[in-house]
């Protein structure tokens, strides 16, 4: 018990496995607090999409000297940080979650908590425990025009020639890893690389306790469509369409992925 509440817990594992209600069942057992690492579930107003627990209406929780107690998420007591932190208009991307969920782990343990991070999206995750290296260059919105006009080939074309060491090790079909690489030449000339070795004395001092959750492909088959099902239920295109009331272009709708983007696709009549 001793040495369990001295790690960070991390719990990984593909979508529908069950991963948030583990956390929620440990953080109860050993008195933590979850961070949520999923790159949806920071945006406001995407909640059946993301699958957010639901939040709790009503809690008798202490104040805290770092936020007022009602920008708090809560879920079954539990506390929830990096849920709703961010507006869907701006882009909340790795930089910005190894950055928050380094202050969120202080906080957390300083008030005596075991922290507990729930994902979500495995890149920012195995980017915050490999070191988290990453340069805080700010979004180049008519950089990133100006790029999203080039093919996914056409993009690492361009930074094979300029960072050819990046090129080497970036998904050259991922052409939001390529305009973000390239955004990053812009400013610094090179993409600088991500450390290999924990040498910050933040990571030396918070190791981890992986939990990978493998259901069988066929149990998460039946869950994804049981999930699917509910989300369409519980409004999920009536969210879809209330994001598009709120100022959200259908493009940055597509870009979320998976729900939204067919959402969207569908109410466009394409």
Known sequence: MKKLVQKTIVI????????????????????????SADSRQVYRGMNIGTGKVLRD??????QSTEESSKNMY????IRHHLIDVASPKRTYNVTHFIRDTKKAITHIRKRGKVPIICGGTGFWIQSFIDGGGFPLVKPDVKLR???GKLSAEELFDVLRKQDPKRA????????????RAL????VLGKVPPVPTI???KFEIRNSFLIIALCPPQEILHKNIAVRLEKRLKQGMVT???????EGISWKRLESFGLEYKYVALFLQKK
């Open 145 to 147: 025009t100006k790029l």
């Open 198 to 200: 924990r040498n910050s």
């Open 57 to 62: 209406k009503f809690t008798k929780h202490s």
């Open 168 to 179: 080497e090790t970036i998904d050259k079909k991922n052409k939001v890893r390529l305009i």
């Open 12 to 35: 990984v594992g593909p979508t529908a496995s069950g991963k948030s209600d583990l956390a929620i069942a440990l953080a109860k057992k050993y008195g933590g607090e979850v961070i």
């Open 183 to 186: 955004e990053i030449i812009s």
């Open 239 to 245: 969210e879809v369409e209330t994001l598009r009331a």
């Open 74 to 77: 809560f879920s079954e007591g």
